[in-house]
């Protein structure tokens, strides 16, 4: 599995409504999309780019029924729905994102990680804690699931399944670090163009500093 983020110094885009109305536009259109590509198919678990995460969440002993990847659940809410939840800026860009490319797309908010710990994705040990996002505590996960974790704090379980209050992005976040992960079935043709997009969308919309990483087996990790 090859990762794909960018680390981002951000202005505040809170009262930049030129950037938001660009960023909901873009939402309404790939959300539209990603629903008709979906649909092309019996059902939308049948698209290829859905199914590879369902047969990698099984590989690891994850229960499908249980447990969806990111893109598909945001997929299943866009052939369901006509018209998307507007959250805030920045999870409308990630979502549009994921939406276009159907393939899961995140962030976490720097400023609310450790500075001095590593932000990993590696399998979870009995000491870590997960707090969800309608909880106020954090409670122990199981050992063994392939998770993002700095320290002993989970930010997002199975991968991309469900995103921790820990790094979590807000109408306020001004550094952010958005995260892709594309399996090695999926062509590197749709990493190198969601790059490419992205980078022109943060180029036009925010006019910030940017850097891009590429994280795989022998560079699993960011120091940000």
């Known amino acids: 599995m090859t ?34 590509a979906c649909q092309t198919y019996s059902n939308f678990q049948s698209h290829p780019q859905i199914k590879v995460w369902r047969d990698c969440f099984t590989s690891l002993g994850v229960p499908v029924k249980k447990y969806a990847s990111s893109v598909e659940s945001l997929l299943k809410r866009a052939v369901k729905q006509s018209e998307p939840r507007s959250i805030n800026p920045l999870v409308d860009l990630y979502n549009a994102m994921c939406a276009r490319y159907i ?55 199975h991968i991309n399944w469900k995103q921790s209050k820990y790094g979590l992005v807000k109408e306020k976040t001004n550094n952010i670090i958005f995260m892709s992960e ?22 036009d919309l925010f006019h910030v500093e940017y850097r891009i990483h590429i994280l795989d087996a022998s560079h699993s990790s960011i120091q940000y």
């Open 103 to 157: 393939s899961p797309f995140g962030a976490f908010d720097i400023d609310d990680l450790s500075k001095d710990i590593p932000l990993e994705l590696r399998f979870t040990k009995s000491s870590d804690t997960f707090i969800a996002l309608d909880e106020n505590e954090s409670n122990p996960v199981e050992e063994n699931e392939v998770a993002y974790s700095v320290g002993s704090q989970v930010v997002t379980r």
């Open 182 to 203: 594309i399996l090695s079935s999926i062509p590197q043709n749709v990493l190198e163009q969601m790059i490419v997009d992205l980078v022109q969308l943060i180029k």
């Open 3 to 36: 990762i794909f983020a960018i680390t981002q110094q951000w202005l505040d885009i809170k009262y930049n409504e030129n950037a938001i109305l660009k960023i909901k536009n873009l939402l309404q259109t790939y959300w539209k999309e990603g629903a008709h």
